[in-house]
């Protein structure tokens, strides 16, 4: 069994968002760098989890950005996980990110490729699908739990109001969601055996982005809280019916 | 040239989120001067004429009880079919679970730029550029799209769903369909629930709640407003409540009219999920609370005393 798992690098979540250059790039002073939380609580965890079960599992990460990304990779890899790459370059466009993971992928031939749901910074959801399609793989997204019996993977994800369970034969795709498996904490045994653990870099294949960001902007400031009375619940209801005209 | 929008199905009932998808895109045909079409896969048991209500001026129908359940793989190619058959260069998806399965696949499929999560029509007063929310909705982008054939994934609850009069054609769309290799054993729904993203208002409670047997007031208060429930994370982790209650940067993140936070202090991790509410209410006994900040109405009390009282009070004007 060979898992991949997709990992990506994002700012902390109480990270300061601001813009610089005219609002066309993120103002990345001061920002400190995790792993995408979506990528290391229920991908990477769920990966170590199977590996865990059946020692001949070999777990590969993969990340696409620059050498600032390694830090968070070796992170990555501190958790567990035999080896990783990184695809030498930065771009914002999914397409352009999954051309390179599909490409890193047909080459290792994996059983199945892991990624989160969603990256918090951009939260595109795209990674994982785009990346089934060009691999030509059936796509579980949004799973909340993944079995494995033989070569065949029981998987339920999350629909509106509820779950679905489904039978898929390997190879797959899987973007993880909340559920899949919880958060863990990387020990000092694996922090040490994560630097000389290899980190493969290469560089991207050729490929058009489909997108590209004009600007961005922040959203308009409320305009400040009415309070109401503890004591005077029907003001409040009042508020919300006439004015808000939310009931 | 057309505008083609996946009517997305559950149990053959046309979601809600669709209905927005079907009014932005005919909404943005008209803004381009072209027709808008719908496309549904499986079986419906709507009269898929009535979407024409919507703006839509025909609907292709194709009927295949594999396509009754989703795979991904499917129904992107049988979208990407009915897409080059007529001559779609826009194609819209709600942004929901489903969404989140084709779109990106149709994307990589017919190597068309795809903006995932848009809240607003694109502006195509010089090239093609749509806005969406990052930073889990702490800030948004305009990205420009740059392939001739363009998909966009419109977000839950950001666009209204708009009637008027008109029918629609029905015609079915015959489509090579392989046999599914996704084989869905089972499916659960909460019957009656509103579910979380869909929902128009959304009643969320915290830590302030003390533990899970003090759920039945927001439930009460829920029900009266027929209302979604959701929770703070440390409510999810600690099991007190399902995780796919769990809202914010690490949840799910929506945009209800209504958001009633109720002993939740409002850390940055969670208003990121659910600072695009339209309007949002906060009831919490500590008035420096953060979420004061970000709120439209505010309570200073106690949630024990404040919420049976406000779900008495909602009811007597419902009634
Ligand atoms: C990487 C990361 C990701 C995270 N992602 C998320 C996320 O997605 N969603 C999320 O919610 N959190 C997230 N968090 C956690 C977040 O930082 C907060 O810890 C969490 O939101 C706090 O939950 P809470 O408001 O329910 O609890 P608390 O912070 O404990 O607040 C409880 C509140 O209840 C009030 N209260 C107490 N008793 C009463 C009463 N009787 N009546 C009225 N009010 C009362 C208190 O005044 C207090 O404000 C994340 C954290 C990290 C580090």
Known sequence: ?247 | MSVLIFVDIAEGQVKKVSLEALSYGAKLAEQLGTSAEGVVLGTPKEDLAALGKYGVSKIHHVSNPALDHLDAQLYTKVIAEVAGSTGATVIVFPNNMDGKSIAPRLSARLKAGLISGAVALPDTSNGFIVKKNVFSGKAFANISITTPVKIIALNPNAYPVRTGEGTATVAAFEAKVDSPRVKVISSTKASGEVPLTEAEVVVSAGRGLKGPENWGMVEELAKVLHAATACSRPVADAHWRPHNEHVGQTGIAIAPNLYIAIGISGAIQHLAGVNRSKVIVVINKDPEAPFFKAADYGIVGDAFDVVPKLTEAIRKIKA
């Not at chain 1, 005219?22 to 590996?51: C, H, M």
């Not at chain 1, 951009?122 to 994982?128: A, L, R």
């Open chain 1, 1 to 247: 069994m060979k898992i991949l798992v997709c990992i990506s690098k994002t700012p902390d979540t109480t990270a300061k968002i601001a813009f610089t250059d005219n609002n066309t790039k993120f103002d990345t002073s001061g920002v400190q760098w995790i792993i995408n939380p979506y990528d290391e609580w229920y991908a990477l965890v769920r990966a170590i989890e199977l590996k865990e079960k059946d020692a001949s599992t070999i777990v590969h990460l993969v990340t696409v950005g620059g050498a600032d990304a390694e830090p968070i990779i070796r992170k990555a890899l501190a958790l567990g996980g035999d080896e990783a790459f990184r695809v030498n370059a930065d771009s914002h466009d999914s397409f352009y990110i999954a051309s390179q993971i599909a490409s890193i992928a047909k080459e290792g031939a994996y059983d199945l490729v892991f990624t989160g749901k969603e990256t918090i910074d951009y939260n595109g959801s795209s990674i994982g699908g785009m990346v089934a399609e060009l691999l030509d793989f059936p796509y579980i997204s949004l799973a909340s739990k993944f079995e494995l019996n033989g070569t065949k993977a029981t998987i339920t994800r999350e629909i509106e109001g509820g779950e679905e369970t489904a039978e898929v034969d390997l190879p797959v795709v899987v973007s993880a969601a909340k559920g899949m498996a919880e958060q863990r904490i990387p020990n000092m045994r694996g922090i040490m055996a994560a630097r000389t653990k290899p980190l493969k870099v290469s560089e991207p294949v050729a490929v058009e982005a489909l997108t590209s960001v004009t600007s961005f902007g922040l959203p308009p400031a409320k305009a400040g809280v009415k309070l109401v009375p503890a004591d005077n619940v029907d003001e409040l209801v009042r508020l919300l019916h006439e004015e808000a005209k939310a009931l």
